[in-house]
């Protein structure tokens, strides 16, 4: 019987072939969203879950109270005196390891003579002790985790590192690289390829103590903090997240100055990868509340889809009256109509399956790329992917038959082989007008949504943030005592290039990431003053090159020491003074030697992202903190004067790797996930708006179907083709505006909440609204035209002939 009811199912399905294949378009791309996203979501939760003891594993944050707010910020970074005294002060933890993280660091590869062979920029470059591999499971391919990092020099590269330094992974161990242009490390093991879905993507790992990271290991500093140092523990069975946070307050207390509120928080390694927040080493990154909203619109999408099917089956209807009546007169009951309805369903939602797993297939890279994330084709092939497919089938197949099959299962017989089968009653169209209202809630909600996250990405791009980021090149230099000498060198033959207006040094960008924060003492006070501002060490050329602009005072004068500091307006507004000119010629002190006047006030600049307010900040002279040149270009041949900058490095700096960047593109990068989800969004509102056209297709048709003698009586008494159009497009503006009444508001709420997260934001404006509406309508009328036209073209006499 079953195979019966199947071969049935593929004659009907197979008959009816546009019929067949709008619904397999459909519910094609309807599935194959739902795979792209539940692909997406699985990699995201599956960060970091490989680890045995995942569970117990705890990242130690700073938790900052400041002092003039009510407010706690959170940062990765820890004090580096804190884990020498976990052993003492928390005995029953079972492992620590501090972790260091370089940025920017440059690696050369030397050969048996001690001569260097190549040279790299690298960003995964960590330190850490023996511990770590405790705590975290990373195999080696070579090597004892257990002794490889217990000398300092000693050094771990993972397999593709080992590759491209040496050629071959296997003949790596025992070979030197050399790290920070003076510490020779010997490669004790080789790491196995380091996991995509893990927050550590190691390149080389050394051993802490190593070099300028040995003074970590014997700090007493409990008070200072930076993001480059970091902290995990492995709790003992039992212990909770709670208790292990409560046990490192106290631990705190007992050594930190009693001046200093800030304390330590215990983050389950669970949680690490869903806090935007606070930074992690892979700088991927996702909320759970975005997962959610990644779910509803799977889920959206996939009801466009069905309600597709629900329109396009009911228009169907009628052309199907007679097949329902035969049936039921040679002894069909309404419950094995059903089930051939529902076959009929299953057979389509197999075939959309196959295409759905094609576009999957093709789409999934893309997304990856799109999202900068490495995904791949063959994450579709997991078991928990083919078990999500096999309830999504039967969940389409329920939702999209179920109604379909009850109201062809309920044709009267005589009615239905008479052809007196229509669909008058109130609660049928009802039904279908309202599916198609909820289609275009979905739709024009996602339109809506999407102009606002790109215009909010276009104020991100193209709004001011009070310096010049055009054309500037940033290009880091070592931090060593050597490469610093040649500054002034550096400084003076980068002038002498062809192209280049401008050049500064600073220790750091004009709007960073990775900012360094500090308390002070203003016009020799007794206390520090009790907030944080940003320190940023840079030149007298600093100022001209990102056309700062002062609003009291001058620039600070050359020195390369501390002498003379600017100060920006939030520091001012921080003071409580009521002008500018106030703070001038006041005393700063950092600590006891630091001193210096401040000599000018800087106009407010967005020295973080646009998702922070302005920051308080100090810039100031001090030449052997500098690591960053900032070149300013003329627009005119570029890529000539990049050339001649890389030349001047190579002659300059011959051991180290050249890499620049621009300025604009740093920017950029700020605001990277949102973009990626700016992408993401327009291709699902596109998706969205052209499976609600096949919606609306499904009704116009039924329309057609429907009332087809009455437009042949409509054109006998007079009315003409665009009339009819008219008279009939009616019902679908109607449609789509009470869809958009009802989106309208729920978006502006939702979009109004979003834009919530970021202190310097876009005004939603009617105009959007209206755009959306406007852009909806005309797709709308676009789609349902043809249909129209067709039935309102049609010879009356046809239509009326079988009266």
């Keep these: 019987m079953l195979q019966n009811l199947f071969k049935t199912a593929w004659r009907n399905v197979s008959r009816h072939k546009s019929y067949t294949f709008i619904n397999i378009i459909g519910l094609g791309s309807g599935i194959a969203i739902c795979l792209i996203i539940f692909v997406l979501i699985q990699f995201h939760s599956s960060f970091d879950n490989f680890h045995s003891k995942k569970d117990r594993i705890y990242r130690m944050l700073t938790e900052y109270h400041h002092a003039d707010s009510k407010d706690i910020f959170y940062g ?90 040496f050629g071959d992974w296997r003949q790596a161990v025992g070979k030197t690289i050399r790290w920070d ?157 059903q089930m051939q309805f529902l076959a009929e369903t299953l057979v389509i939602v197999l075939l959309a399956l196959v295409l759905s797993a094609g576009i999957s297939f093709l789409a999934v890279p893309m997304v990856g790329k799109i999202m900068d994330l490495p995904l791949s084709a063959g994450m579709l092939l997991q078991f928990k992917v083919a078990a999500f497919v096999v309830a999504l089938t039967g969940g389409v197949t329920l939702i999209a038959g179920f109604y379909p099959s009850m109201v062809l299962s309920g044709f009267n017989p005589i009615n239905a082989l008479k052809s007196k089968v229509a669909f008058k009653t109130s609660r049928g169209i009802s039904l279908r007008h309202a599916l198609v209202v909820f289609q275009f809630i979905i739709a024009q909600g996602l339109i809506i949504c999407t102009i606002i996250i790109v215009k909010q990405m276009n104020y991100f791009t193209h709004e001011s943030m009070g310096f010049d980021k055009d054309a500037i090149v940033n290009v880091h230099f070592p931090s060593d005592s050597a490469a610093i000498s040649k500054l002034d060198y550096l400084k003076k033959r980068l002038t002498d290039i062809s192209g280049i207006q401008q050049v500064s040094l600073s220790s750091d960008l004009p709007a960073g990431e990775d900012d360094n924060w500090t308390m002070f003492t203003y016009d020799n006070a007794i206390k520090q003053v009790d907030f944080y501002s940003i320190i940023q060490m840079a030149d007298e050329q600093y100022v001209p090159t990102y056309k700062l602009k002062l609003v009291a005072g001058r620039n600070v004068a050359s020195s390369d020491t501390i002498r003379e500091f600017l100060v920006n307006e939030a520091v001012i507004q921080k003071l409580g003074l009521k002008k500018p000119e106030d703070a001038l010629n006041k005393q700063i002190a950092l600590g006891k030697f630091a001193k210096g006047r401040i000599v000018g006030v800087l106009k407010n600049f967005h020295n973080r992202s646009f998702k922070d307010e302005y920051a308080p900040m100090l810039i100031t002279t001090l030449k052997n903190q500098y690591g960053v040149s900032n070149i300013k270009l003329s627009s005119a041949n570029m890529s000539t004067s990049i050339k001649g900058i890389e ?157």
């Design 76 to 165: 990765s970074g820890i004090a580096r005196g804190i884990p020498q005294t976990l052993k003492i002060d928390i005995p029953e933890l079972e492992a620590y390891a501090p972790v260091f993280h370089g940025y920017n660091e440059q690696i050369q590869v030397l050969n048996a003579d001690g001569q260097i062979e190549k040279k790299f920029k690298e960003e995964g470059v960590f330190a850490t002790t023996p511990s770590f591999f405790k705590i975290f499971d990373f195999p080696l391919l070579q090597g004892d985790a257990n002794t490889a990092l217990s000398n300092p020099n000693s050094v771990l590269l993972t397999k593709e590192t080992a590759d491209k330094y």
């Design 181 to 337: 242009n003076k510490e020779i490390l010997k490669v004790t093991g080789i790491l196995a390829p380091i996991p995509k879905n893990t927050d550590f993507q190691f390149k080389v790992v050394f051993s802490l103590g190593t070099g300028r990271t040995a003074e970590m290991l014997k700090s007493t500093d409990y008070d200072s903090t930076g993001g480059f140092y970091g902290c995990y523990v492995l709790a003992p069975a039992g212990m909770t997240g709670a208790q292990l946070t409560g046990k490192l307050q106290a631990l705190m207390k007992k050594y930190r100055s009693p001046e200093n509120k800030d304390s330590e928080v215990a983050q389950p390694l669970s949680n690490v990868h869903f806090d935007n927040k606070v930074d992690n080493y892979s700088n991927i990154s996702i909320t759970p509340q975005m997962i959610n909203m990644l779910w509803m619109i799977a889920l959206f999408i996939l009801i466009i889809a069905c309600v597709n099917f629900v329109n396009l089956a009911t228009a169907q209807a009628v052309n199907r009256a007679k097949e329902v009546g035969v049936r039921k007169v040679l002894g069909g009951n309404r419950g094995q109509l």
């Design 647 to 803: 030349k001047l490095w190579n002659e300059v700096y011959p051991d180290y790797a050249f890499e620049y960047k621009f300025m604009d593109e740093r920017i950029a990068a700020y605001y990277k996930q949102e973009s990626q989800l700016s992408k993401i969004y327009q291709s699902f509102a596109v998706i969205a708006i052209l499976l609600s056209c096949l919606g609306l297709y499904g009704l116009a048709s039924f329309m057609a179907v429907q009332r087809i003698k009455e437009v042949g009586i409509r054109k006998v008494l007079g009315s003409s083709v665009s009339g009819i159009v008219y008279l009939f497009s009616k019902e679908f503006v109607v449609m789509i505006v009470i869809g958009f009444a009802i989106a309208a508001p729920i978006t502006w709420y939702l979009m109004n909440k979003w834009l919530q997260d970021y202190i310097y934001r876009i005004q939603i404006h009617w105009g959007i609204f209206l755009l959306a509406g406007v852009i909806a309508i005309s797709i709308a009328l676009a789609t349902v035209s043809f249909q129209l036209i067709k039935a309102a073209l049609v010879n009356p006499v046809k239509s009326l002939r079988s009266e």
